[in-house]
């Protein structure tokens, strides 16, 4: 095995593209190659000590002269001293703005021809592609990086529309680690939440942003409510937050919505969950259906951005028209009345992360760019 020093760049918050971008470094290093993040914090998943997995950060000088701290500028800085000191073979950038752009230029800063990898993930080209005072920087990313990869077919398609590259892009899916994410006996958790044997859960989970519609979540768990006895946990935090308290007071169902806030312990409430609803209007993959396939959890997602090369519908869950709430209730309820049915669709989301996302084929894939940069030069 040829052993590679990759520089891997991501927004280290919580976010799906930061998961996407911890997680697969992790499994690089566990393969033997040396790979070195570059971000402004530890990546919040970077928890377990790995001999070749090393920390760079980048700190940002706030100078009064400066209407703005200059963060791309030190990014860049940092990538062509790690790029030089540590002598990389390649760059693995997550979203195309700052993290390409910043990786073009610190690459050149560094006087280096090294290869770059960009990902996109969906918030840099669904949201940023629109506006135009971002567009040429986003296309400049794409069209300078060596290998471009998007986590959907959807996300591929919506790039070439919006942005107009004229580089190939390819699909590589997100993955789930399996060792993390797994069916597990957690019904103590359900008694210690206060949730009755007999009560069926729905879940959902996200940093509740306009574009999650977690109104319509609560709505559809409204309307499953009524015909069957149940609860709603929503878990996560952000803007809509106060929203949807006061929806939820408004329609009468406090006693039976669990808001958990952000947690750590998903894999458990998965475990305990009977569906999961994601009713976004923009989801260029939806990593949280994965983690919720790989602990057995039937979706129900609304047919928009990637979700429809995730959710097949009838047999790891159901795919609803945006906003449609009823059809929403409809597909939970099915799903929810029936044991064979929930026992079907259960083994067919544990099939699908088994079979069509699995980390081991996802990381072989990312290797073989990797391979193919490194072959070219
Ligand atoms: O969905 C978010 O608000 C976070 C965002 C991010 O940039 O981390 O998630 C995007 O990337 C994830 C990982 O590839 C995808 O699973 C999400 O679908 C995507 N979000 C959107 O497209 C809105």
């Keep these: 095995m040829r052993k590679m020093k990759i520089g891997i760049m991501c927004y280290p918050t919580v976010g799906g593209s930061g998961i996407i971008a911890t997680e697969l470094g992790k499994m690089i290093a566990e393969k033997g190659h040396e790979v070195h993040f570059i971000t402004s914090s530890t990546?919040?998943?970077?928890n377990r000590m790995d001999p070749n997995i090393f920390s760079h950060q980048v700190s940002v000088n706030t100078y009064s002269v400066f209407e703005y701290p200059p963060y791309d500028i030190a990014l860049a800085t940092k990538i062509a001293e790690v790029i030089k000191n540590e002598g990389l073979d390649l760059l693995h950038?997550?979203?195309?703005?700052?993290h390409a752009v910043c990786a073009i230029l610190g690459r050149d800063m560094a006087n280096s021809d090294i290869g770059i990898v960009t990902t996109l993930h969906g918030t840099d080209i669904t949201v940023l592609g629109t506006d135009s005072s971002l567009t040429e920087a986003?296309?400049?990313?794409?069209?300078?990086?060596?290998?471009?990869?998007?986590?959907?077919?959807?996300?591929r398609d919506q790039t070439y529309d919006l942005v107009g590259p004229k580089k190939r892009i390819?699909?590589?899916?997100?993955?789930?680690?399996?060792?993390?994410?797994?069916v597990k006996e957690s019904s103590q958790l359900k008694s210690d939440l206060g949730i009755a044997d007999d009560e069926k859960v729905l879940i959902h989970v996200s940093n509740f942003?306009?574009?999650k519609r977690v109104e319509d979540v609560v709505e559809t768990f409204y309307k499953v409510h009524d015909q069957i006895n149940s609860r709603l946990m929503?878990?996560?935090?952000?803007?809509?937050?106060?929203?949807?308290v006061q929806q939820v007071k408004d329609l009468g169902i406090e006693d039976y919505v669990l808001f958990l806030g952000k947690r750590d312990n998903l894999t458990e409430l998965y475990n305990i969950s009977d569906v999961k609803l994601l009713m976004s209007e923009k989801e260029s993959f939806g990593l949280v259906l994965l983690?919720?396939?790989a602990c057995g959890v039937p979706c129900i997602g609304t047919a928009v951005g990637g979700m429809p090369e995730i959710i097949e519908p009838g047999f790891n869950g159901y795919l609803v028209e945006l906003g449609n709430t009823n059809e929403a209730a409809l597909s939970t309820l099915k799903i929810l009345s029936d044991e064979e049915e929930y026992a079907r669709l259960k083994a067919g989301a544990l099939?699908?992360?088994?079979?069509r996302f699995h980390s081991s084929k996802i990381l072989d894939q990312y290797i073989g760019l990797y391979e193919r940069l490194l072959d070219k030069g």
Aim: charged share 25%; hydrophobic share 40%.
């Design 291 to 293: 983690e919720a396939m």
């Design 138 to 155: 986003i296309r400049y990313g794409i069209e300078k990086s060596d290998i471009v990869t998007a986590v959907s077919n959807s996300l």
């Design 234 to 244: 929503l878990v996560g935090d952000g803007p809509e937050m106060g929203r949807i």
């Design 209 to 211: 942003r306009n574009v």
């Design 351 to 355: 099939e699908t992360v088994q079979l």
């Design 43 to 46: 990546p919040f998943r970077l």
């Design 170 to 182: 390819e699909t590589v899916y997100n993955f789930v680690d399996e060792r993390e994410y797994k």
């Design 93 to 98: 950038v997550h979203y195309a703005i700052p």
